[in-house]
């Protein structure tokens, strides 16, 4: 399921109980599968934050916004939606694991992996490689003005 030679980020998920899908769910795109998994469409990457535009399959228009909490989680939190993680950072991705909750949908254990690029290393400073349109670069640049002030 997860490729750290693989230059596509993608978000990984599943259900605490499958047998507890309901159809919408299933519709949703799991089908047959325990994880469904998500092509993150960009992505931002910082010492202390990560923060990526929702994949399209989620019908969502907000970026996704981790940051770092004091005891070294990553934490994102919007509305009745809650992602909790811990972050591992190796030579060429950025991973982060941990459980999502969403209200009235349900909730699981999630996987987010984030390539590097050698060349293209992107932190809170840096949102100029960020595609057009994206809703990243305005994610980090709320970001840095939260965390530093």
Not at 77 to 88: E, L, Q
Not at 94 to 99: E, Q
Not at 112 to 127: L, N, S
Request: negative net charge.
């Amino acid at each position: 399921m997860v490729n750290l030679e693989s230059e596509t980020p993608y978000f990984h998920w599943t259900f605490d109980k499958l047998e507890d899908l309901s159809r919408e769910q299933i519709d949703y795109g799991f089908e047959d599968s325990v994880w469904k998994s998500d092509v993150i469409p960009s992505y931002a990457i910082g010492q202390s934050f990560l923060a990526f535009d929702s994949p399209e399959e989620w019908g969502v228009e907000a970026p996704v916004r981790f940051h770092r909490t004091p005891d070294g989680r990553y934490e994102h939190r919007s509305g009745g939606i809650i992602y909790d993680a811990v972050r591992a950072d190796t030579k060429t991705h950025v991973v982060l694991t941990g459980r999502w909750t969403e209200a009235d949908f349900g909730k699981g254990v999630f996987l987010a992996v984030f390539p590097i690029k050698q060349a293209e290393k992107v932190f809170a400073e840096d949102t100029a490689k960020m595609p057009i349109g994206s809703f990243v670069p305005a994610a980090v640049a709320h970001l840095k003005r939260e965390l530093c002030g």
